[in-house]
């Protein structure tokens, strides 16, 4: 649904290969229905790999993996070539949210990812945790590739705040200034003085919090919003903390019913939007927010979010919420903070976001933290791990 980052629609390595959205397959029950979506998938899918140029490796994420391991498990079989399966989560436990752990699709799901999880010729997973779980449960040994931000998550040019700014102010209300000047170009958070052409923060603007999300059962969204009823009570009763903006990005099957419990809200001093950013402006607004917001909960306990590795690479604090392994990522205190609960986050942005914007106390610490610890990107992480694992088997 998206268009894909143009570093990838230019690349001449890379080619594009669309499988067309099954529609019109909502006849008779709803286990029907599925069945008959996975075998057309399947047919589709295989289809589709037999047709491109035959290649040495087949790179298959993990999930969704149904039908697509055992496609491209057959497709290797007829090209001769490897399949590599990259576990980001186990698509069984995804599953389980919707229909419930001992629902006969879930148990079958688990049987099927963990049999044709075998048959691959290499693995990789995202986290220590779940290389053991692989090991222990599957019978299957996997290195851990650790995500990574690709090279342009990084950090925005004030230059390219005011530009993103003065951008998406067109159509979402929170970006626009709260008054006009006829001597600046002005943004909620930025402006540049038409004389000097300098882009300036102003001292009295809103702070920036964001947050995405695909609207799925794994993350639950109303705790961000109890928070901000509390941050938004925090204020009336005197607290020094900046008006707040928040920007929620992302398509997903929940995104009406939150944005309901949004239009419900009656906030003075906060102001949310849920916008679908282009490829090219979500790194840019990553890169000139204040703090990073993370409600993923793995539905297997064993997977990382993505959306911290990104905001970790533009040097953006995060406040995340708990689970098992996430402490593989977010060190509590040192680049970001862990909640539990609404009421934990609210106490955490007020005392983040207290006499804001100094450049001190604990979210300048925390930014000041990512800078210095210089993690590999994704490209040198890949290189330094993978490329060796295929060499030495070969």
């Given at each position: 649904?998206?268009?894909?980052?143009?570093?990838?629609?230019?690349?001449?390595?890379?080619?594009?290969?669309?499988?067309?959205?099954?529609?019109?397959?909502?006849?008779?029950?709803?286990?029907?229905?599925?069945?008959?979506?996975?075998?057309?998938?399947?047919?589709?899918?295989?289809?589709?790999?037999?047709?491109i140029?035959?290649?040495?490796?087949?790179?298959?994420?993990n999930?969704?993996?149904?039908?697509?391991?055992?496609?491209?498990?057959?497709?290797?079989?007829?090209?001769?070539?490897?399949?590599?399966?990259?576990?980001?989560?186990?698509?069984?436990?995804?599953?389980?949210?919707?229909?419930?752990?001992?629902?006969?699709?879930?148990?079958?799901?688990?049987?099927?990812?963990?049999?044709?999880?075998?048959?691959?010729?290499?693995?990789?997973?995202?986290t220590?945790?779940?290389k053991?779980?692989l090991?222990?449960?599957?019978?299957?040994?996997?290195?851990?590739?650790?995500?990574?931000?690709?090279?342009?998550?990084?950090e925005?040019?004030?230059?390219?705040?005011?530009?993103?700014y003065?951008?998406?102010?067109?159509?979402?209300?929170?970006?626009?200034?709260?008054a006009?000047?006829?001597?600046?170009?002005?943004?909620?958070?930025?402006?540049?003085?038409?004389?000097?052409?300098?882009?300036?923060?102003?001292?009295?603007?809103?702070?920036?919090?964001?947050?995405?999300?695909?609207?799925?059962?794994?993350?639950?969204?109303?705790?961000?919003?109890?928070?901000?009823?509390?941050?938004?009570?925090?204020?009336?009763?005197?607290?020094?903390?900046?008006?707040?903006?928040?920007?929620?990005?992302?398509?997903?099957?929940?995104?009406?019913?939150?944005?309901?419990?949004?239009?419900?809200?009656?906030?003075?001093?906060?102001?949310?939007?849920?916008?679908?950013?282009?490829?090219?402006?979500?790194?840019?607004?990553?890169g000139?927010?204040?703090?990073?917001?993370?409600?993923?909960?793995?539905?297997?306990?064993?997977?990382?979010?993505?959306?911290?590795?990104?905001?970790?690479?533009?040097?953006?604090?995060?406040?995340?919420?708990?689970?098992?392994?996430?402490?593989?990522?977010?060190?509590?205190?040192?680049?970001?903070?862990?909640?539990?609960?609404?009421?934990?986050?609210?106490?955490?942005?007020?005392?983040?976001?207290?006499?804001f914007?100094?450049?001190?106390?604990?979210?300048?610490?925390?930014?000041?933290?990512?800078?210095?610890?210089?993690?590999?990107?994704?490209?040198?992480?890949?290189?330094?791990?993978?490329?060796p694992?295929?060499?030495?088997?070969?």
């Open positions: 649904e998206s268009r894909p980052h143009r570093d990838v629609l230019r690349s001449e390595n890379i080619r594009l290969v669309p499988v067309a959205e099954l529609r019109g397959l909502r006849v008779g029950p709803k286990l029907f229905q599925y069945v008959l979506k996975v075998l057309v998938q399947s047919v589709q899918l295989l289809y589709t790999l037999l047709r140029d035959q290649p040495s490796y087949i790179l298959l994420q999930p969704p993996g149904l039908p697509s391991i055992a496609v491209a498990w057959v497709a290797g079989l007829l090209w001769g070539s490897k399949l590599i399966i990259d576990w980001h989560n186990y698509g069984y436990t995804i599953m389980s949210l919707s229909h419930g752990r001992n629902h006969p699709l879930v148990l079958i799901a688990e049987w099927y990812e963990k049999l044709f999880g075998r048959l691959s010729d290499y693995n990789l997973c995202v220590d945790a779940m053991k779980d090991w222990v449960n599957f019978r299957i040994k996997a290195v851990t590739l650790y995500d990574k931000p690709a090279s342009y998550f990084k925005t040019p004030l230059d390219l705040q005011h530009k993103l003065m951008k998406l102010a067109e159509d979402y209300e929170p970006f626009r200034p709260r006009v000047s006829p001597s600046a170009e002005r943004s909620a958070f930025t402006e540049r003085d038409s004389r000097g052409g300098s882009v300036l923060k102003p001292r009295g603007r809103p702070a920036l919090l964001i947050s995405s999300t695909s609207w799925t059962e794994d993350e639950d969204f109303s705790i961000l919003l109890r928070a901000l009823e509390d941050y938004e009570r925090f204020i009336k009763e005197g607290a020094k903390l900046p008006a707040l903006v928040c920007v929620i990005t992302g398509k997903g099957p929940l995104k009406d019913y939150y944005n309901g419990l949004i239009q419900k809200l009656h906030f003075k001093h906060i102001q949310i939007c849920t916008p679908w950013l282009e490829a090219e402006d979500y790194p840019l607004l990553l000139s927010a204040d703090l990073g917001v993370c409600l993923h909960k793995s539905s297997s306990g064993l997977d990382l979010p993505m959306k911290v590795v990104d905001m970790f690479g533009c040097c953006l604090p995060v406040c995340a919420i708990h689970f098992e392994c996430l402490h593989e990522l977010v060190k509590h205190n040192e680049n970001g903070l862990i909640f539990r609960d609404s009421k934990e986050l609210a106490e955490q942005l007020k005392m983040l976001f207290l006499e914007p100094t450049l001190e106390g604990k979210l300048h610490s925390f930014r000041e933290n990512l800078r210095a610890s210089r993690q590999p990107r994704w490209d040198q992480s890949w290189d330094q791990i993978v490329l694992l295929l060499g030495n088997k070969e």
